[in-house]
């Protein structure tokens, strides 16, 4: 059906050339590009043994507009599948606009100085986008990406007013290491040492890091102790689901994570500011990332499960309702699937149904979109037969106060 660019050759990336390759009646011709292109041979390598389809690999630099450019005109994409870094979405929205082709990303941006994502940078391409007559889908990977199609599909079908979302996301899975990211280190640790935010009574709500913690109960988990941060979907959701009187995102984290995260930062390993060493700059939460165990490189041997969803209490032909939508995924299963952990799958899957609902035609039209604001009922569709199935329970106990 259509040629697809995927820019990013981590863990996220992997699994997308996977699942893009196992869907090749939609994806009929696929690239996979990055900064060091014997990633993406090695992934290349590995969809041509396990599912028989060639794909082709290319080296770029995503930070550098005119090399983006150069390669999309070269093998003439319809879409551009952002996996790479955060702070390169607006540099390969400009090569999108510039080569004429859509846009998709799972994860907004957010500058490389500051420890800081939000939408307002991209959400200002949307007249750009419609009037090039090109479309851009922001965050579409699992948190964000499935969790707001979980909320617009709870929206459309079981609620007439949402009052209260939790977003509850738990790894249970066991890789074996000391001390492990399941994505890009830099991104996770940016993200969680930063303070938290929740949205209440039509106003943020800033937090200390990881100050708001209680245990929350997992399907086929247990009890997980669950901490409260702040993650990009919110500032979405809360502008498209006007009713929210509160919105927040949990998220587990073991002790040991913890405990070597406060070290860490204790001995300034997860600054981002260049420190001079021996005559050189050095960020030293860049040459943590160095020395860590990267993302994709913990599938094998990776145990357990990741359980994410979206508990939600509104009211519904003018009665209370209380409703639960959920994903549990298993990282042996992934690996045996696409070589890739579950954290990654989350991501990666999600991504490529996006793509496929835009090159059907399903998801397309002109401007930048966040997931919610699209029909939620085809992608939830395509979860439950591309490896993600779909959960739902009403009127249940939701283990929160409200």
Not at 62 to 74: C, F, G, N, Q
Not at 138 to 157: E, M
Not at 357 to 376: A, T, Y
Request: glycine share 8%.
């Amino acid at each position: 059906m259509a040629n697809v660019l995927i820019i990013g050759a981590g863990g996220v990336g992997s699994v997308v050339a996977h699942k893009c390759a196992l869907n090749s009646d939609v994806f009929t011709n696929i690239m996979l590009a990055s900064r060091t292109k014997a990633k993406c041979d090695r992934i290349a390598a590995e969809v041509q043994e396990m599912h028989g389809v060639t794909i082709q690999t290319a080296q770029v630099d995503a930070d550098v507009v005119a090399d983006m450019v150069t390669l999309i005109r070269s093998f003439n994409p319809v879409l551009v599948i952002n996996v790479a870094l955060p702070y390169q979405d607006l540099p390969i929205m400009d090569a999108c606009l510039e080569a004429g082709v859509h846009y998709m990303d799972t994860a907004n941006y957010e500058p490389k100085d500051v420890a800081k994502f939000e939408y307002s940078w991209q959400w200002a391409y949307k007249e750009r986008f419609e009037q090039a007559g090109l479309m851009a889908l922001l965050g579409c990977g699992f948190d964000p990406g499935a969790t707001q199609v979980f909320t617009a599909y709870a929206n459309k079908h079981h609620f007439d007013r949402m009052d209260y979302l939790d977003i509850v996301d738990c790894n249970a899975g066991n890789h074996g290491k000391a001390f492990a990211t399941n994505f890009n280190p830099e991104i996770n640790i940016r993200e969680i040492t930063q303070p938290g935010r929740y949205w209440e009574n039509g106003e943020w709500v800033e937090i200390p890091a990881m100050s708001i913690h209680k245990p929350i109960d997992y399907p086929e988990i247990g009890p997980r102790e669950s901490y409260v941060l702040y993650h990009e979907e919110l500032e979405s959701l809360v502008k498209n689901f006007p009713t929210l009187k509160r919105a927040r995102f949990w998220m587990t984290f073991g002790q040991a994570y913890l405990t070597h995260l406060e070290v860490l930062q204790n001995v300034g390993m997860t600054r981002i500011d260049p420190v001079k060493f021996q005559g050189l700059d050095i960020v030293p939460l860049e040459f943590l990332k160095a020395v860590l165990p990267a993302p994709d490189t913990l599938g094998e041997n990776y145990t357990g499960q990741t359980s994410i969803g979206c508990q939600i209490k509104g009211v519904k032909d003018g009665a209370d309702r209380t409703y639960f939508i959920w994903n549990n995924c298993d990282h042996a299963e992934t690996y045996r699937e696409v070589r890739g952990q579950a954290v990654s799958y989350t991501t990666g899957v999600p991504a490529m149904i996006g793509a496929m609902l835009m090159l059907k035609g399903i998801w397309m039209k002109p401007g930048v979109w966040n997931c919610e604001e699209l029909d939620p009922d085809p992608f939830i569709e395509q979860m439950n037969k591309q490896g993600l199935p779909v959960n739902e329970r009403v009127d249940i106990p939701l283990p929160h106060e409200y």
